[in-house]
């Protein structure tokens, strides 16, 4: 809420640029409660018909469907940007379709738009290694902090 206000008071003309913070090891789809707890904050803040940008994980919508988020489309003038985060693998190039059919087949077409930051990969091989390998790394990363926070126990 604080940093809502600050960005408002400041930029009183700027876009805001809203999302949530996932863990993609975690494999979760966005849910209600997370839906639920961003149109909260647009409604505290006056902003459900003002041009805001709400960021999505392209891979996490195009895997799990995008039936919470789709209510951000509806209910909001916000639009959506479906991408990939910084250190996360390219996404496979039909990624950006299933994400994209995923939020027209829960209601229709909708009054908003949807657009995509994403790394796509430039073949089908070169995304799946990507992605394999970057859940090794996450396992591996996963695995040392448990270490480290077991030894700082002792």
Not at 35 to 41: F, I, K, W
Not at 54 to 77: C, H, P, Q, S
Not at 139 to 149: D, K, N, T
């Amino acid at each position: 809420d604080a940093c809502v206000r600050d960005c408002r008071e400041l930029f009183p003309q700027g876009i805001l640029s809203l999302g949530w913070t996932i863990d993609l090891g975690l494999g979760r789809a966005y849910d209600d409660g997370h839906v639920d707890a961003m149109l909260a904050l647009l409604r505290r803040h006056r902003l459900e018909q003002t041009p805001t940008l709400i960021a999505a994980n392209l891979r996490l919508v195009a895997i799990f469907g995008g039936d919470a988020l789709r209510r951000i489309l509806d209910e909001t003038a916000g639009d959506l940007l479906l991408w990939t985060g910084t250190g996360e693998p390219s996404v496979l190039p039909n990624l950006l379709d299933d994400a994209r059919a995923a939020l027209v087949a829960t209601r229709g077409p909708f009054k908003a738009r949807v657009s995509f930051d994403a790394n796509v990969a430039p073949s089908w091989l070169l995304g799946v290694v990507a992605l394999a390998a970057f859940k090794v790394y996450r396992g591996y990363a996963a695995c040392l902090a448990i270490l480290a926070l077991r030894g700082n126990k002792k």
